[in-house]
């Protein structure tokens, strides 16, 4: 019965909960039913809550609206998550009649009109198969620590350690250790931070590197590091192979020679090698692990052997701890031209290998916490080792030892050094001979171990362990790098197999390039270079940390604390001195390969944005800049034409972009305005701006795309001339295009011509091309990226076709001719600088400049000579020089009759009606043309200027002419729009230019 209570008192609860539900139903208008489809939704589709904000109950209370969740933030579908997005503000914002349709938030899963680039599209199938499981990853013990640790202690720990503490003693060899841990140290703090700044997928230091300064860097340096990688395999392999022949020749066994049987012994190796690798990575973990119990146990037996003095190894130099010995080694006895540098560029080779680990970095459970853990670690465990090696090695065994038990110390002989202490004299090793101690015997560690070919089986598997680790890291860096297309044609390489999506193409590459070097078997060349690619990587990761410090942006967040900005450039200047310092002629080598790539990458600007702390710098100096000329006022040397130019789409008006361009590329700001007319409540963001601004960067035109909503025209440019630029960079002159069809707007595009950019101190110029300039109407030319079936339709027509040519006129290298200047009124210069500058560029660099100028014919000669010297003081080259003295005749009376042609439609003709009713309708249509404007103004002079335009200019490449101008009130828009068409028609390509009648042009120093 109570039970039965309880359930009743559930029901009635869960009725109440659905009334406040539909009581609470998002933005009360909509209506119940939706609601209630809503809930419906809601309890039908429960296992899609956590995918769709719709819905959902925030705060108690339904609503559309999300609270914070990770999945929003992911860039595309991820191992630990999937890939949402949150509702749009137009979702949340818009009034609901405007939403007809409720769908769920992005179904395509890209938010804010994000293309997925093919790295991207890469990394959410592989994020899928992941999802199915069966994926293999490693935590930071078996993916970072054992494989760094492994490639640390190379075969230099065996035959090559005891050498070094011979030449420059236990102290110095200390200092070279300490010397290139304090590099791999700062190498790894650097590499931390990066890996801790975000999430970390595959390609190792290429990744690293490339996210934080960019393609150009990451490309450059991605390429070679997989190379090296690649070339080291061959390295490794050889070295293995080396000692294998070494075995056979002191039995006697070899094949045929000894660098034949190096061939096939290395040939054979890195196929077992690759085969390794192709089984899957589980299998090569497996094998490391192996290879490292092998490395442990060569170690210790070394170390168990050093404490076990045994009489028969005494003559070889072997005499357990002593302490004459430690002293007798501490210093130096650099022998046969070595120096600390050239120890030191031999042993450094040993403590690379630190990457190892985050090159795999895709195969990582988690790289932000492995990669920092296992690297510093390795780090700090491999350098004891070494410390103690040395130590050990320096304290126990002496320098030169003949090898005889018979070179014991007798009475007669004045003997001082450890080993006469101990009751040898091994003095005849001065002149040279001796196979034994410190400085002879490269294998002096298998005579100190307790077991000597546990030493060589860990020669065995330091040189296989390396192998193996760089013939796994070399695919997976240069398959990141295929991902992203940095370099076109490799991108076959970027396909991966199975469920870890193993790049089988990048092993068969790496095997081809290792078999190629160990087949030369000659590695004495191609060594140190590997050496400076590795540490080239090294100082560019060092690089990065500083950089991305100091550009500081907000996106540098590294939850790896302990970095300093300033230690990581120490740590990167460090790198570039060891490279030199290890072989110069190697460090240009890969200075010059790196900067080839980079120059390469650079000039093909790959499609990526990886928010690199490049850009970030780039706008923290653009920022710094802008402020600093806020504070310096203009000067007329440093004029320059700053252009807003409305062009619509940028596409539409190819030549009007192309003309700006060419004085403006490189000297001044270039802005592309768009104004939209719409009402109002219909403003609507759209992708527009950056679609435009990708096409103005592959056209390669350095402008910027600006776009505005406006209810007309007008009030749209007053928008653009008042707001458009910051500080000083901001447009002073007006640039439009000329309007060939303007009767059918009723001549209201003249009030932009002549009123509000000369209110707002603007200078202004207009183009006129006869054939027009929009051609947005020519099928495949209206948009950004035309439909295929646009290419389909049908040819343009011939009108069409003379547009599309007359476009691309100002595209091509115009030939020998002139650029006409009519400087007919002083502006300030801007009429004749533009001119000067377009002279400068190489595709007007044929075309010489004409001047003409208005003057009385009893003065002639002095207005010219006049000018000439104005333009010998403005430092302009010209030609000629025109005067023109016949300006004021009136032209000829077939051209007045078509003038009068032109402005029939658009005169008041108020003598044809009452006085009231011309008033009336002046106010009405303002644009009207009164007889008194006709009696008054300069009409003839535009029409007699065409008449001279024709004669002088009709074979001019370009005419750049003084913008006639009309005062505010008194001249109709309709007048002042004929003017414009008589003066410009039937011209080769025509500027108008009117200045700010400020001067832009000085001839004082």
Not at 255 to 274: A, F, K, P
Not at 612 to 641: M, W
Not at 878 to 883: A, E, G, N, P, W
Request: with cysteine.
């Amino acid at each position: 019965m109570d039970g039965q209570i309880e359930r009743e008192k559930e029901t009635q609860t869960e009725r109440d909960r659905v009334k406040v539900r539909e009581s609470w139903c998002p933005l009360r208008t909509l209506r119940t039913d939706l609601c209630r489809a809503g809930q419906q939704r809601r309890h039908t589709h429960i296992s899609d809550s956590h995918s769709n904000t719709y819905y959902m109950r925030t705060f108690g209370h339904n609503t559309i609206d999300a609270v914070p969740n990770i999945d929003f933030y992911r860039q595309t579908a991820a191992p630990f998550g999937e890939k949402l997005s949150r509702p749009s503000l137009s979702e949340l914002h818009d009034e609901l009649d405007k939403v007809t349709t409720i769908t769920p938030p992005f179904e395509d899963g890209l938010a804010n009109g994000e293309e997925p680039s093919a790295a991207e599209e890469a990394a959410a199938a592989l994020a899928a198969k992941e999802a199915k499981g069966g994926t293999i990853k490693f935590g930071w013990i078996k993916g970072v620590l054992v494989r760094c640790m492994l490639n640390i202690w190379g075969v230099m720990l065996f035959i090559r350690m005891s050498w070094i503490v011979g030449q420059a003693g236990i102290g110095l060899t200390i200092a070279i250790i300490l010397m290139a841990t304090l590099v791999t140290t700062i190498t790894g703090l650097s590499t931390s931070a990066i890996a801790t700044n975000g999430f970390v997928r595959g390609g190792g230091a290429y990744y690293l590197i490339s996210r934080s300064l960019g393609p150009e860097f990451g490309g450059s340096i991605g390429l070679i590091f997989a190379f090296a990688n690649a070339v080291a395999v061959a390295m490794y392999v050889v070295g293995f192979a080396e000692t294998v022949v070494e075995m056979l020749n002191d039995v006697d066994a070899l094949m045929t020679d000894e660098l034949n049987d190096i061939r096939i012994v290395g040939t054979l190796t890195v196929i077992l090698l690759l085969g390794i690798s192709v089984a899957g990575m589980e299998w090569e973990a497996k094998a490391q692990i192996v290879l490292l119990v092998i490395l442990l146990g060569a170690i210790a037996n070394y170390f168990i052997g050093s404490f076990m003095a045994i009489e028969s190894k005494e003559p070889k130099g072997f005499f357990g701890y002593h302490t004459a010995i430690l002293l007798e080694n501490l210093g130096p006895d650099f022998r046969e031209e070595e120096t600390f540098f050239s120890v030191f560029a031999i042993f450094f080779p040993a403590a690379t290998g630190i990457l190892a680990g985050a090159n795999i970095s895709g195969d990582l459970t988690d790289p932000q916490s492995a990669i920092p853990k296992g690297t510093l670690l390795a780090i700090v465990i491999t350098g004891v080792t070494y410390v103690a090696v040395a130590i050990s090695a320096g304290s126990c065994i002496v320098r030169d030892a003949t090898g005889d038990h018979n070179d014991t110390v007798s009475d007669t002989v004045n003997c001082t050094d450890a080993a006469c202490t101990l009751g040898y004299d091994f003095s005849i090793c001065k002149e040279g001979g001796c196979q034994y101690g410190l400085m002879n015997d490269f294998q002096v560690m298998s005579l100190v171990s307790g077991f000597g070919p546990l030493i060589s089986a860990g020669i065995f598997s330091a040189t296989l362990s390396s192998a193996l680790a760089s013939l796994v890291s070399a695919p997976k860096v240069f398959q990141a790098l295929c991902k992203d297309n940095i370099y076109p044609g490799l991108g076959v390489f970027a396909k991966g197999y199975g469920k870890n999506n193993e790049p089988l193409r990048g092993y068969v590459l790496t095997f081809c390039i290792g078999l190629a070097f160990i087949l030369i078997a000659e590695l004495n060349i191609i060594a140190p270079i590997i050496s400076n690619f590795f540490l080239a990587s090294y100082a560019l990761i060092n690089f990065s940390v500083f950089h991305a410090s100091l550009a500081n942006s907000p996106g540098w967040r590294p939850s790896f604390k302990y970095y300093n900005m300033w230690v990581s450039l120490a740590g990167a200047i460090l790198c570039c001195v060891v490279m030199f310092v290890i072989n110069w002629w190697a460090a240009l080598v890969t200075l010059l390969i790196v900067l080839a790539l980079y120059i390469y990458v650079s000039y093909k600007k790959p499609d990526v944005n990886w928010g690199s702390s490049t850009q970030a710098l780039i706008y923290n100096q653009a920022l710094t800049h802008c402020l600093n000329l806020t504070g310096v006022e203009d000067h007329i040397k440093n004029f320059r034409p700053q252009c807003l130019v409305l062009a619509g789409y940028p596409n539409s008006r190819p030549a009007l972009l192309q003309l700006v361009h060419s004085f403006t590329k490189n000297v001044g700001l270039m802005v592309c305005g768009h104004i939209r007319t719409v009402r109002t409540d219909e403003m609507k963001p759209t992708g527009d701006r950056a679609r435009c601004q990708r096409w103005l960067n592959k056209k390669r035109i350095k402008a910027f795309y600006t776009t505005v909503f406006s209810e007309n025209l007008r009030h749209g440019t007053q928008f653009l001339l008042q707001a458009v630029g910051l500080g000083r960079l901001k447009p002073n002159t007006l640039v439009m295009g000329y309007k060939n069809n303007w009767m059918k707007f009723r001549a209201e595009l003249s009030v932009l011509y002549s009123s509000d950019a000369f209110d707002l101190q603007f200078g202004v110029a207009i183009l006129r091309l006869q054939e027009g300039l929009d051609i947005s109407h020519i099928p495949g030319q209206g948009t950004l990226h035309p439909s295929f079936f646009e290419y389909l339709s049908l040819c343009p027509l011939l009108t069409d076709q003379r547009l599309l040519e007359s476009s691309q006129q100002f595209k091509k290298k115009q030939g020998k001719g002139t650029i006409d200047v009519w400087w007919l009124f002083d502006d300030g210069g801007l009429t004749l600088l533009i001119p000067f500058l377009l002279t400068n560029r190489s595709k007007w660099g044929d075309c010489r400049i004409r001047v003409f100028i208005g003057g009385k014919i009893n003065r002639i000669d002095h207005d010219r000579r006049a000018m000439a010297t104005l333009l010998s003081r403005f430092r302009i080259d010209f030609s000629d020089i025109h005067v023109l003295g016949d300006i004021n005749t009136k032209p000829k009376k077939h051209n007045k009759l078509t003038f009068k042609e032109l402005i029939e439609p658009y005169r008041l003709k108020e003598d044809d009606m009452e006085q009231e009713a011309a008033e009336r309708l002046k106010a009405q249509e303002p644009w009207r043309i009164t007889d008194n404007e006709l009696e008054l103004y300069k009409t003839n002079r535009q029409i007699r200027l065409n008449e001279l335009l024709k004669e002088h200019s009709s074979t001019a490449k370009l005419i750049v002419m003084s913008l006639p101008l009309a005062r505010k009130g008194t001249v109709s828009s309709a007048l002042y729009m004929c003017w414009m068409e008589t003066l410009s028609k039937d011209l080769p390509p025509l500027l108008l230019v009117r200045g700010n009648h400020q001067s832009v042009l000085t001839f004082y120093s």
